[in-house]
């Protein structure tokens, strides 16, 4: 049991060639596949990288993905879960209403 339900999707893809990038229709596929579901986020990973047009629709048309490539394996391979690439998507403070911020990092 936890106060908080938390449900979360993931999936994961792997290339051979280390130069095929993840593309803005695998984020778009994944976005409508869980939309329907009540899942609080949704993880994109990949063993290569995301192209530009993958991560300007993860940032501005869905909210709840986030996306993680080679870099980010690499630094979970040692164990680096604390550095600032980890937190990259959360904000540094929340405004709750005006005058009112409570920070978070």
Not at 11 to 38: M, Y
Not at 64 to 89: K, M, N, P, Q, S
């Amino acid at each position: 049991k936890v106060p908080i339900p938390f449900l979360g999707a993931a999936q994961i893809k792997h290339h051979r060639s280390a130069g095929q990038n993840e593309g803005a229709a695998t984020v778009r596929d994944f976005s409508g596949a869980i939309l329907g579901h009540p899942f609080n986020a949704g993880l994109i990973v990949t063993n290569t990288n995301f192209s530009p047009d993958a991560e300007w629709f993860a940032r501005e048309h869905a909210k709840l993905i986030r996306l993680r490539g080679f870099e980010d394996i690499r630094r979970w391979i040692y164990g680096r879960f604390g550095e600032d690439a980890e937190w990259r998507e959360i904000p540094a403070s929340i405004e709750l209403c005006p005058g009112v911020v409570i920070p978070i990092r």
